[in-house]
């Protein structure tokens, strides 16, 4: 499995892989009012994998190419690991081949990706190999003067 990090700004990167992982991001309107899992407004290491992960195998049955052996297991744990990271503050986006993250200050985005890269191998692909092929860092904006009348910065 091929691996692609996206660096953004502010500390976030983007995780974009070859292979097609299971829906795992959720708000909080996904979920009753007496039932929100999450401490904050996304995945992180303090919400309710349990909660989480039965949504989690509802929404993924028979809806993509990954077929689980044990679904409720492998996407919990999945998440433990994922969330638990280190310098994965949360996961705060997904699309079907590629993880969001918020990162701690002064840690190394391609470590995490290739951390992220493991952790999909371990609970989905145990049979492929990682390799991070690419880097792409969103340049950083300078601003010179004050914003011209009318601009948005």
């Known amino acids: 499995m091929k691996i692609y990090l996206t660096e953004h700004r502010r500390g976030s ?20 009012s007496d039932v929100n899992p999450y401490v904050s407004c996304f995945a992180d290491k303090f919400m309710d994998f349990d909660t989480v992960a039965s949504k989690a195998v509802a929404v993924n049955a028979g809806r993509n190419e990954l077929e689980m052996t044990n679904p409720y297991d492998q996407i919990r744990s999945f998440l433990v690991d994922l969330t638990h990271i280190p310098g994965v503050e949360s996961l705060v986006d997904q699309t079907r081949y590629s993880l969001s ?33 690419q880097v792409f860092v969103e340049p950083v904006e300078e601003m010179t003067g004050p914003p011209a009348p009318g601009s948005r910065r």
């Open 101 to 133: 993250f918020e990162i701690a200050l002064g840690f190394d985005p391609r470590k995490i990706a290739l951390e992220v890269g493991d952790c999909v191998k371990r609970h989905f692909y145990p049979r492929v190999q990682i390799t991070l092929e």
């Open 13 to 32: 990167c983007t995780v974009h892989m070859t292979q097609e992982i299971p829906w795992l991001t959720f708000c909080q309107l996904d979920f009753h």
